[in-house]
């Protein structure tokens, strides 16, 4: 079977595949959380679900999801936030640090995060 990457010029599609929901719940799903599948996909299972599932057996990224995909992140919150409430995900968010901010992430340096984004591109 050929699965062919979705792109923004096929609208239909992605709003078949969310159900016609265009918005995820922001506060849940940043761009560095790790998803990590915590069961195998089930017979009858949406294919981007299954898909999902068996990409993120091992800790990885909204944003690679969303390339490996080749979907808008902005759909895949979607498609993370059903996995998220059936419990057939979880997520893992950047860890704190002792900065004394309250709520201050340790995120890679934006170099770092262009460099992967590149090199996802050119996959």
Do not use: F, W
């Not at 195998?40 to 993120?56: D, F, K, N, T, Y």
């Amino acid at each position: 079977m050929i699965r062919r990457p979705l792109h923004s010029e096929d609208p239909d599609r992605l709003y078949i595949v969310t159900g016609g929901r265009s918005r995820a719940d922001e506060s849940r799903l940043d761009l560095v959380t790790l998803i990590v599948s915590e069961c195998e996909p089930a017979p009858g299972m949406q294919s981007e679900h299954v898909r999902i599932l068996e990409m993120c057996r091992r800790p990885t990224a909204v944003v690679e999801v969303s390339a490996n995909l080749g979907m808008p992140v902005s759909v895949v919150k979607i498609l993370l936030g059903d996995l998220l409430d059936t419990g057939k995900v979880t997520a893992r968010h950047p860890q704190h640090t002792g900065t004394g901010r309250p709520g201050a992430a340790r995120l890679p340096r934006p170099e770092i995060l262009k460099e992967v984004l590149l090199g996802l591109q050119r996959l």
